[in-house]
C-alpha cells in the first residue's frame, strides 16, 4: 500500500514487464518466505541453512536471511532497544517481500520477539506467502549451547536489553509449525519445513 511519506515525495510503484507469475513460472516454484523465530541459540540459523540446503537440491531459488548478517550492513545503524528491533524486523520485511516478488523463497532466522512485528510481515507478503516457524528450545537449553557467549555476558551485567530474560520475547500464538530444538534435529527440522511447503503447494 502506497505510504502518505510516498504520496507526498511523488513516489510511484512502478510495475514491470514480467509478471511475478512469470518468475515463479521461470523458476518452477512459487515465491513465499519461511519465518523462524526463536530464542537467541535456539537453532534458527542451523535449519534456516539445512533447509535452504535441501531445497537447493531440489532446484529451488532460495537466500537465507540471517539475523547477524543483516544487522552488518542493511540495519548496522539499529540498537536493540524495543523501538529498533520493530524497525530491523520491518526493513526486513521490505526486504523479503521484493525476494518473493522476484519468485524466490526467502528464509529467515530472527528472534523477532513481538508478535505484532511478524504479523506485519504476514499482512505485507500475504498469509498464503508467509510461514511462521517457531523454534522453541527451553532458555536454559539455549544457555548452555551459548555459541557466542552471550548468555554469559548477560549473567555478567555486560548485555542489557536480552531477549528472553531482560526484554521479552512472545512467542507464536498460531504458528504454522514448531520444531522443539532440544528434541529433535536440525535436519529432521528442516524436513518437516518442506513438507509443510509442499502441502501449501509453495514447491
Keep these: 500500500m502506497e505510504s502518505e511519506l510516498a504520496r507526498k515525495n511523488n513516489v510511484i510503484w512502478f510495475n514491470g514487464l514480467v509478471s511475478?507469475?512469470?518468475?515463479?513460472?521461470?523458476?518452477?516454484?512459487?515465491?513465499?518466505?519461511?519465518?523462524?523465530?526463536?530464542?537467541?541459540?535456539?537453532?534458527?540459523?542451523t535449519i534456516a541453512h539445512h533447509l535452504e540446503k535441501m531445497l537447493y537440491e531440489k532446484d529451488c531459488s532460495t537466500?537465507?536471511?540471517d539475523g547477524d548478517n543483516v544487522r552488518h550492513g542493511l540495519c548496522g545503524d539499529l540498537s536493540f532497544s524495543a523501538e529498533d528491533?520493530?524497525?530491523?524486523?520491518?526493513?526486513?520485511g521490505e526486504m523479503v517481500k521484493l525476494f518473493i516478488?522476484?519468485?524466490?523463497?526467502?528464509?529467515?532466522?530472527?528472534?523477532?520477539?513481538?508478535?505484532?512485528?511478524?504479523?506485519r510481515i504476514r499482512d505485507l507478503v500475504g498469509k498464503e506467502r508467509f510461514f511462521e516457524i517457531y523454534v522453541e528450545c527451553p532458555i536454559e537449553e539455549c544457555a548452555r549451547r551459548d555459541p557466542k557467549g552471550i548468555y554469559e555476558k548477560v549473567q555478567?551485567?555486560?548485555?542489557?536489553?536480552?531477549?528472553?530474560?531482560s526484554a521479552?520475547?512472545?512467542s507464536p500464538e498460531s504458528p504454522d509449525l514448531v520444531i522443539e530444538s532440544h528434541k529433535e534435529d536440525s535436519i529432521e527440522g528442516a524436513?518437516?519445513?518442506?513438507?509443510l511447503i509442499q502441502q501449501s503447494k509453495i514447491i
Design 20 to 45: 511475478r507469475e512469470d518468475r515463479e513460472k521461470l523458476n518452477g516454484h512459487k515465491g513465499a518466505v519461511i519465518w523462524l523465530t526463536g530464542l537467541s541459540a535456539s537453532g534458527k540459523s
Design 63 to 65: 537466500y537465507v536471511f
Design 85 to 92: 528491533r520493530s524497525e530491523n524486523i520491518r526493513r526486513i
Design 101 to 119: 516478488d522476484a519468485g524466490i523463497i526467502a528464509i529467515t532466522a530472527f528472534i523477532s520477539p513481538y508478535r505484532k512485528d511478524r504479523e
Design 156 to 165: 555478567q551485567g555486560l548485555i542489557k536489553n536480552f531477549t528472553g530474560i
Design 168 to 170: 521479552p520475547y512472545e
Design 191 to 195: 524436513k518437516r519445513v518442506i513438507t
